[in-house]
């Protein structure tokens, strides 16, 4: 099946710092999306990208949607320490009702 | 977004057992997903759930072992049957009103002893 390449596999990082991390695929995929998820909580949705090129903000966050459409990156300013968790990118590879491919996460690290 | 409401939370079952596991969403979603996920790991999709008809199982998966039930747009159940510790894990439900973002239930922490 489809497979999401997420780095890095975890980070630790001085409160205040930048973070950056990303996604790639073999495949094209027409959405992606990035996911953070708190220790027993499911995950919840933080950006939604459907157009290659595309860049958004939510906040201290930011996501582009790769020009190929084979990758994206999450990038957080100024972290502080309820940023720590995991962080997911998923992918939907045609548009439609197909499931999303979830990349394996990246636990960030937040050190006061 | 709307809200997924899951039921356990948690439990600790025998082995040999099974368990029901519920998913409410607060209003009409198209496509509803359950997920299996070990501590510390990404999420493995078990099967798409149906409404009326079905589930939809992944490689790995079949209905014997976690049946689904989607009765309605609003609601469905996944069991795992006859529980081995090999079955501990979370299990997430998640809903979809018709494009790619999904939103999740809290999940259901299962320990088989």
């Known amino acids: 099946g489809q497979q999401l390449n997420q780095s890095p596999q975890s980070m630790f990082i001085q409160e205040g710092e930048d973070v950056s991390m990303n996604c790639t695929s073999s495949?094209?995929?027409?959405?992606w999306l990035w996911y953070k998820q708190d220790p027993g909580e499911g995950p919840v949705l933080l950006i939604a990208?459907?157009?290659?090129?595309e860049l958004t903000s939510n906040g201290r966050l930011t996501a582009q949607f790769g020009i190929t459409r084979k990758d994206s990156f999450l990038n957080i300013s100024a972290s502080i320490p309820s940023d720590v968790g995991i962080y997911f990118c998923?992918?939907?590879?045609?548009?439609?009702?197909?499931?999303?491919?979830f990349g394996k996460g990246t636990r960030l690290s937040v050190i006061a | 977004s709307a809200v997924i409401s899951q039921k356990p939370s948690r439990d600790i079952c025998q082995r040999g057992t099974s368990l029901t596991i519920q998913c409410q969403v607060d209003?009409?979603?198209?496509?509803m997903f359950w997920y299996r996920q070990q501590p510390g790991q990404s999420l493995t999709l078990i099967a798409t759930?149906?409404?009326?008809?079905?589930?939809?199982?992944e490689s790995g998966f079949v209905i014997d072992k976690f049946p689904i039930s989607r009765p309605n747009l609003t609601f469905s159940t996944l069991t795992v049957s006859n529980m081995s510790p090999e079955d501990s894990s979370i299990y997430l439900c998640?809903?979809?009103?018709?494009?790619?973002?999904?939103?999740f239930g809290q999940g259901t922490r299962l320990t088989v002893v």
């Open positions: 998923a992918g939907q590879t045609v548009s439609g009702n197909t499931p999303l491919v």
């Open positions: 495949s094209i995929f027409n959405t």
């Open positions: 990208l459907y157009k290659a090129g």
């Open positions: 209003s009409q979603v198209t496509m």
């Open positions: 759930a149906n409404q009326g008809s079905e589930a939809t199982y």
């Open positions: 998640s809903g979809r009103t018709g494009i790619a973002e999904a939103f």
